[in-house]
């Protein structure tokens, strides 16, 4: 069981048993079924199925509420049962070269059975998805395509990367391990410091374990990485002390593929005629 101790660990308490309440719901009323969105509040419709680039995250939740059962217990064998269940259709998906997304499927998955199990089947099924997805990988330019097309590349997927680290650390197989560890444009989020951080998040409170946040968003917003205006704690901060922040548009982007125009950030009184103006 999960046992917290905090106010916020009663509230994530009742979260979780929640979670469980309708994942239950789910499986049981929708057998075989991985949930991808919502239309009109309900997770069967006949929208667009995409990639099923989401089929790991029920099972992963399954694996999670089997792990913080109590051992040998109705409840635990139930999770157990629905894990194996909700993870074995997904072994196929390892060779599935439609998705990038090979991480989120079987990191949460196949990862979690084999942590449990140690089972050489499992870590079979992980190295293989993890070369898979390293297959993606541009020699020119060693950056992982995010579709098989030179001009698109990994963004807001990186946390699938984990499973190329996996394949290369299980097998030794050091072409892989150089995507993890030497290609510049997989490391440039990994080997931030807070040195690397400048304006307000160099000084934040949050800094060394924060990092200034989207890097995205800074480097789209700023022109480089380590100062992120786009923070709740920062607004509330500014705001304790009866400022704002403002974005300024300086330069245009000119066009090209990944470009971005760059922003300046205006500090200001966030009270009376400004406050009044923006509402
Ligand atoms: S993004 Fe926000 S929390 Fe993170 S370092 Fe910057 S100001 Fe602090």
Same mark, same amino acid.
């Given at each position: ?36 969105y919502t239309q009109n509040g309900k997770w069967t419709h006949e929208g ?107 963004? *807001? %997927?990186?946390? =699938?990367?984990?499973?190329?680290? @996996?394949?290369? $650390?299980? !097998? ?5 391990? *150089? %995507?993890?560890? =030497?290609?510049?444009?997989?490391? @440039?989020?990994? $080997?931030? !410091? ?20 989207? !890097? ?64």
């Amino acid at each position: 069981m999960i046992h917290l101790s905090s106010d916020t660990g009663d509230l994530f308490e009742q979260s979780y048993h929640f979670a469980q309440k309708q994942v239950r719901k789910l499986v049981e009323k929708h057998a075989g079924f991985y949930p991808l969105y919502t239309q009109n509040g309900k997770w069967t419709h006949e929208g667009p199925d995409w990639t099923h680039w989401c089929d790991g995250f029920l099972p992963g939740m399954m694996w999670i509420f089997y792990k913080h059962s109590p051992p040998d217990t109705p409840e635990a064998n139930y999770w157990l049962e629905h894990a194996v269940r909700y993870t074995t259709p997904l072994e196929p998906r390892k060779h599935d070269h439609d998705v990038h997304d090979h991480g989120f499927l079987f990191l949460s998955s196949y990862y979690r059975w084999w942590r449990l199990t140690g089972d050489p089947a499992h870590r079979d099924v992980l190295i293989e998805a993890g070369k898979t997805l390293a297959q993606r990988f541009k020699e020119k330019g060693q950056y992982l395509r995010s579709f098989v097309a030179d001009n698109s590349l990994f963004i *807001d %997927i990186m946390m =699938n990367i984990g499973i190329v680290f @996996f394949a290369a $650390r299980e !097998t030794g197989d050091r072409r892989l391990r *150089d %995507i993890w560890e =030497n290609a510049e444009p997989m490391a @440039f989020n990994r $080997r931030r !410091t807070v040195e690397d951080l400048w304006g307000y998040c160099r000084t934040c409170y949050y800094a060394e374990t924060c990092l200034a946040g989207c !890097t995205w968003t800074a480097h789209a917003l700023m022109g480089r990485a380590g100062n992120n205006p786009m923070c709740h704690h920062r607004a509330l901060d500014f705001d304790a002390r009866g400022l704002r922040e403002r974005l300024v548009k300086v330069k245009d982007a000119e066009g090209r593929s990944f470009d971005h125009g760059e922003f300046e950030i205006i500090v200001e009184a966030a009270v009376g005629e400004a406050a009044m103006a923006d509402g």
